[in-house]
T-cell receptor
Framework: GAVVSQHPSRVICKSGTSVKIECRSLDFQATTMFWYRQFPKKSLMLMATSNEGSKATYEQGVEKDKFLINHASLTLSTLTVTSAHPEDSSFYIC?????????????FGEGSRLTVL | QKEVEQNSGPLSVPEGAIASLNCTYSDRVSQSFFWYRQYSGKSPELIMSIYSNGDKEDGRFTAQLNKASQYVSLLIRDSQPSDSATYLCAVQAAGNKLTFGGGTRVLVKP
């Protein structure tokens, strides 16, 4: 399957700081990437859809000023958690779909576990 | 009402047996259906995709889709301890978005 790489895999930060997570498609171009978060023993919740060269589309209830998404190239999307607080601690996972069609398989990055102290 | 529903489990099966996982969805116009496996602390890994009614087999895995009943299932034959994980059903309806079920935890006992 297609390879999606995410970095960092783990990050611990102090409350009030900002954290940037990178998501790269390694062997294909992704015009669209998706950012999910997952709390322990819960399923994946879509946060936003990242579109190359345009603004991200956020799901209802997700603060766009809190979770900044930038998709500057066809292989890189970044999620910045601004002024992080303990309640932002979670497992953040990016994903991408091969090709430009809206159908097809979604491949996930390794995930980034954020712990805010 | 949840859009994609799964029994949370745990589903306990003896090694070598068949594990049967079920998933129902609410959006009748859903077109694409996926099963992902997620080990604890890891991200989901795609196991199967299915787009049309009927069965689709890949190795020890068989996905079954019945759009009329809005039902998709996954069978794991000859279950191995390494199959112990959470299995996520995902459904794509309108647009790009993939909606996930809550996952079914499977425990394969040696």
């Amino acid at each position: 399957g297609a390879v999606v790489s995410q970095h960092p895999s783990r990050v611990i930060c102090k409350s009030g700081t900002s954290v940037k997570i990178e998501c790269r498609s390694l062997d294909f171009q992704a015009t669209t990437m998706f950012w999910y978060r997952q709390f322990p023993k819960k399923s994946l919740m879509l946060m936003a859809t990242s579109n190359e060269g345009s603004k991200a589309t956020y799901e209802q209830g997700v603060e766009k000023d809190k979770f900044l998404i930038n998709h500057a190239s066809l292989t890189l999307s970044t999620l910045t958690v601004t002024s992080a607080h303990p309640e932002d601690s979670s497992f953040y996972i990016c994903s991408a779909r091969v090709g430009i069609a809206n159908t097809g398989e979604l491949f996930f990055g390794e995930g980034s576990r954020l712990t805010v102290l | 009402q949840k859009e994609v529903e799964q029994n949370s489990g745990p589903l306990s099966v003896p090694e070598g047996a068949i594990a049967s996982l079920n998933c129902t969805y609410s959006d009748r116009v859903s077109q694409s259906f996926f099963w992902y496996r997620q080990y604890s602390g890891k991200s989901p890994e795609l196991i199967m995709s299915i787009y049309s009614n009927g069965d689709k087999e890949d190795g020890r895995f068989t996905a079954q889709l019945n759009k009329a009943s809005q039902y998709v299932s996954l069978l794991i034959r000859d279950s191995q301890p390494s199959d112990s994980a959470t299995y996520l059903c995902a459904v794509q309806a309108a647009g790009n978005k993939l909606t996930f079920g809550g996952g079914t935890r499977v425990l394969v006992k040696p």
